[in-house]
């Protein structure tokens, strides 16, 4: 089976990247863990991260009918979302920097509404399916393997980096709140990693040989 593990390797790299920059999902996870407790931010996880499988599976069979019938068409798809990442980068930086964490804003739900609210979230949300799809082609990673395999492999990948440091923020959000409250420099140290993250990755997607 030939597969290319520098290709995952960083495709992992970049996915932890942009789980530890600040975004809607890792915040509302951290504010949930806030306001209602460590599972209730877990919870949230767990739908969101389920919300993921059904962007895969779209991205996965849409993509792949794709790359079967013009290797122009993929080149295209790979561009476009490398403007798009490009695209986010530029959104990112007129972005305020400051970290809105007030957990107790918050109102109090349910382990299993939490759990529906992640999914819903996660699902009807076409930025996810449009930044999967501008994310996941530059890393297919075999040339033997099925692509719909291939971007399952990075979907789940994808879902267990992500999953990992999102458990760390949701464990640990009192201590993280606490350092981001007393340390004002970190929004905006956040908010350039984020646009680091993007722009490497929209380089990266230019350049691959995928």
Known sequence: MNLNYETLYAFSLATAALALSPGPDNIYVLTQSLANGKKYGLATLAGLLSGCLVHTTLLAFGVSVIIRESDTLFLGIKILGAVYLLYLAFIVY????????????????????????????????????????????????SETLSTVLQFYVLGLLFMTVSGFIFSGIAVLSGTISKFLVHNKNVGPVLKWLQIVVFICIALYLLLSDN
């Open 94 to 141: 007129r972005s305020d920097s400051t970290l809105d964490i007030a957990g107790d804003k918050v109102a109090k739900k349910g382990l299993w509404q939490l759990f529906k609210r992640g999914f819903i979230m996660n699902v009807l949300n076409p930025k996810v399916t449009i930044f999967f799809l501008a994310f996941f082609p530059g890393f297919l990673f």
